[in-house]
């Protein structure tokens, strides 16, 4: 039986939603990103898919050697998402956790910090090294360093890779604007209709200053429009899963 949960940033319901999950690290009494953005569709078991693409394939046979390394504590030859989104998963002792959030909402509030601070502009950005973004994005937190560039020694990745953390850079100017900290997605049990409903309006409400996040929040509820009547409200029924 599946669960769902909500998008870590805007508190939409992830069902049928392209989702970015973020990998973080237990600090002191904070969470902090220690992998670049990984991309695919919430699973309904806490993550966002198998691994697809050259990029997360990548991802994941550096978190591999991380496990045979015994960095990571987990169960070798396991997709280790999958055993991070269940918990009891550690680095060096430190609990690990993924956020998940709505690629919409991410590619929102991208826009929405660009407009607003020049400096965090993908232009801007781009002009910095890789090292340097990699020490913007992760301020020296392992393992997030060593899969930078453990992806780094793959040539072919490095555009990506580049991508990636410039979009975690901008994500986590956004949020420290808005005095917003990383926490784990929870599960919050099966989403029935209303829920879905219910957390769209939610989430207009508290973005309704923000023209680029209210459209951001319209296209993931379009993915969900066959669960909503015209007026946006709930449909009755329980979804399957």
Known sequence: MGF???CGLSGVSLM?????LILLRKSGETFVPVAPPVSGF???VGGAGAPEGPFEEALEAALAEEVRSQRIAAKPGEEIFSQVALGGVTFEGDPLATALIQTDVVRGLVETVTSENPAASAAALAAKTTAE???SAFSGM??????AFALLSRGELEDELRDRLIRLIQM???MEAQGVRWEPSVNSGRHTAVDIAESFAAAEMRFAGSPSILRALARGRS???HLLDRRGTARRGVLPG
């Open 142 to 147: 392992e393992p997030g360093p060593a899969l």
């Open 42 to 44: 919430y699973d309904r």
């Open 133 to 135: 973004l990699v020490q």
């Open 4 to 6: 769902d949960v909500k």
């Open 16 to 20: 049928a939603q392209e989702v970015q």
């Open 223 to 225: 993915r969900v429009g």
């Open 172 to 174: 986590q100017t956004w």
